[in-house]
């Protein structure tokens, strides 16, 4: 239990650094303000946060770039990874390690050295840019640069006419390979998918595709599922919405938030079953199952309600927000965040975590609400 408990902290702490605008360890650097740059001359030594409105980088980052702002212009360098939330970002420099997170417009014009994976609207890819390894979720996406490692692209259209070294993975509704395009390994994309080569196009391995029905329907069945959860916060929000609001306002350490979110997941089922091997526990099983059923149906509504209330603020400064609106953006905003490549699974264990302890406390907690405000830890940071 110290093992889930340790890591459902490192788990629920991503999310945390998203939901908090400020960073958890005091190594980090901060910056914010609608309009921010970094001059060419300048350097910053260390790991830098930002949250803005456009970012303009000249100069260098000696660390790492956590970033959250409507627009990124990144001209200089980082020496390490960068990791946001951006609306539109066009990087012209260096990135020394990864680029990841959730960038709605996304075009590199120069070198990303480890991996580039992020989710959004559109990507491109210029013809002088050079990147490690690739892997995106975008609906339009242009290839015309480098990739020296692995290529995994989802999205509807995807036009490549740059060289990548290794396997390009696709799936799409539209492939076209242009006249320049030169893929060293194997081409893989979707069945059903015929991939249009310009006369010059080059594979240096096999072409062939994939069945990926079972997957199309799993994704098809998760966002009936996303829009049904949806609605029924929204009725549930407006039917108690008064409740909602305390909840949000109660003074709760987040230790034991964490540990109400952690012991939802693991010690729930587990109960439920030692308690139903008795003939006297088993309506308490009973009772338990039907929690855990609960919670896995309504479970991340609260960290909807809490993320939108964030995301809202951000872009509402000082300006009363309906809690629908919050509820309906954090929960859109917390589903392209689980989208994301690699860290997306992070997020999605972290606001189960996060949204089953506020819930928990929602359902059982009793007091007074009119003065308490939730903090973290002994900090007396407010929340939310």
């Known amino acids: ?5 340790r890591n459902g902290l490192i788990l629920f702490l ?28 300048e350097e910053i030594s260390g790991d830098l946060w930002v ?5 303009e980088i000249r100069g260098r980052i000696k660390g790492d770039l956590l970033i959250f702002a409507e627009e990124l212009i990144l001209k200089g360098t980082v020496d390490g990874d960068v990791l946001g939330l951006i609306g539109r970002a066009t990087v012209s420099g260096k990135i020394a390690g990864n680029f990841r997170g959730l960038v709605v417009d996304n075009r590199i ?9 992020t989710a959004g609207s559109q990507l491109a890819l210029g013809d002088q840019s050079r990147v490690g390894s690739l892997l995106a979720r975008y609906t339009i996406v242009q290839l015309l640069g480098e990739i020296a490692e692995r290529a995994d692209v989802n999205g509807n259209h995807v036009y490549v006419d740059g060289k990548l070294d290794s396997d390009l993975q696709v799936t799409a509704r539209q492939i076209i390979l242009g006249n320049n395009a030169l893929v060293g390994g194997d081409l893989v994309y979707r069945e059903g998918t015929t991939p249009v080569f310009k006369p010059g196009a080059k594979v240096g391995g096999e072409c062939r595709p994939v069945a990926t029905a079972a997957s199309s329907a799993w994704l098809g069945l998760r966002g009936v599922w996303f829009v049904g959860s949806l609605f029924c916060g929204v009725v549930w929000l407006l039917l108690f919405r008064r409740r909602w609001h305390q909840i949000l306002e109660i003074r709760v350490p987040w230790r034991r ?3 109400l979110g952690v012991g939802s997941l693991t010690l729930l089922p587990v109960l439920s079953v030692l308690t139903g091997l008795t003939l006297f526990g088993l309506p308490l099983s009973i009772g338990l199952l039907l929690l855990f059923l609960v919670l896995l149906v309504f479970g991340e509504l609260p960290a909807y309600l809490l993320v939108g209330r964030w995301f809202c603020g951000l872009i509402r400064r000082n300006k009363s927000i309906h809690p629908v609106l919050s509820l309906l953006a954090g929960g859109f905003v917390l589903a392209f965040l689980k989208l994301l490549p690699v860290v997306g699974v992070f997020f999605a264990i972290a606001g189960r975590i996060v949204g089953n302890g506020l819930f928990l406390i929602y359902l059982f907690w009793r007091g007074n609400t009119g003065q308490t405000t939730v903090s973290v830890g002994a900090s007396g940071n407010s929340f939310g």
Request: proline residues 2%; contains cysteine.
């Open 1 to 5: 239990m110290k093992k889930v408990f």
């Open 14 to 41: 991503t999310l945390f650094l998203l939901c908090r605008a400020e960073p958890a360890v005091a190594a980090w650097q901060k910056l914010s303000g609608s309009e921010i740059l970094l001059r060419a001359e």
């Open 51 to 55: 949250t803005g409105g456009v970012v």
């Open 109 to 117: 014009e120069g070198v990303v050295s480890g991996s580039l994976s």
């Open 257 to 259: 938030l964490i540990g």
